[in-house]
């Protein structure tokens, strides 16, 4: 029988720090131990709690993470120096030349051959995109390191 993996460990391992993360320890905890094929009723046999408490808490992290990375694709999408507007019925192979365009502009290099561009766009778009044809208006952006981010513009919250 195999001996299963200690979660502090696993987390001094990777670095957690739970003063500068927007997961809780117990969170994490979790997350590490499920990332190393623990079940949700081992990892609660382990920490001591129900394997309710345990899905619970998953379901938490997960959350805290989409959110994490939602947050950093925006920052990302504010601080690029270059923004496209994208409008809905744009012919998708259009998109590349506006993007070279105001990259040249702005004297950034883009990481991109026009086709990984469309596809990277696409890709990121989601349902946005269909086929040739955006459907939703996007923000694309590029960062100073030539990165291309791509943004569904929404609502802003009240």
Not at 41 to 47: E, P
Not at 86 to 111: F, H, I, M, N
Not at 112 to 139: N, T
């Amino acid at each position: 029988m195999s001996q299963q993996p200690d979660a502090d460990e696993l987390l001094r391992q990777a670095g957690f720090d739970a003063d500068e993360s927007v997961l809780t320890y117990r969170q994490a905890e979790v997350l590490a131990l499920r990332e190393r094929g623990l079940s949700q009723a081992a990892i609660a046999d382990a920490l001591g709690t129900s394997r309710a408490n345990v899905s619970s808490v998953e379901a938490s992290a997960r959350g805290n993470v989409r959110k994490a990375r939602e947050t950093v694709a925006f920052a990302a999408a504010l601080e690029a120096p270059v923004r496209i507007e994208v409008d809905a019925g744009t012919d998708l192979y259009d998109v590349p030349s506006r993007v070279y365009d105001a990259c040249d502009d702005a004297g950034v290099k883009v990481s991109h051959a026009a086709p990984e561009l469309m596809k990277l766009i696409s890709d990121s778009a989601g349902d946005a995109v269909d086929g040739r044809a955006v459907q939703e208006p996007l923000l694309v952006g590029v960062t100073p390191d030539g990165d291309v981010t791509v943004r569904k513009p929404g609502r802003p919250s009240p």
